[in-house]
């Protein structure tokens, strides 16, 4: 079965830094995203990372406050937020795709729960 299970979400004034980690379990996968919903709008994209040694590739309005990163030992990806905006608000999620270089969420098979990044302005 597979597990994917994020932590590191909470609260940030604007400006801060947080840290999340997505921790895999139960399978491989080609591919590891984040993504973001923020109330009362669709889930979007943020980033993905490659097991197999790709560059990350992010969406157009993180590119250079977040950084995506993976740890293979661990089966664990982060994603680095800096420069936080009240605008980042949101839950975010790590998914996994057998798909490479995927922004889609319908490339997604597998969730996690989701944790949740408010950012104070």
């Known amino acids: 079965q597979v597990h994917l299970v994020e932590s590191g979400g909470g609260l940030v004034q604007a400006g801060g830094s947080l840290r999340l980690s997505c921790a895999a379990s139960?399978?491989?996968?080609?591919?590891m995203g984040w993504f973001r919903q923020a109330p009362g709008k669709e889930r979007e994209f943020v980033g993905a990372i490659t097991w197999s040694g790709g560059v990350p590739y992010y969406v157009d309005y993180v590119k250079g406050r977040f950084t995506i990163s993976r740890d293979n030992a661990k089966n664990t990806v982060y994603l680095q937020m800096n420069s936080l905006k009240a605008e980042d608000t949101a839950v975010y999620y790590c998914a996994a795709t057998t798909a490479v270089y995927c922004s889609d969420y319908v490339c997604y098979d597998y969730w996690g729960q989701g944790t949740q990044v408010t950012v104070s302005s």
């Open positions: 139960g399978r491989t996968f080609s591919t």
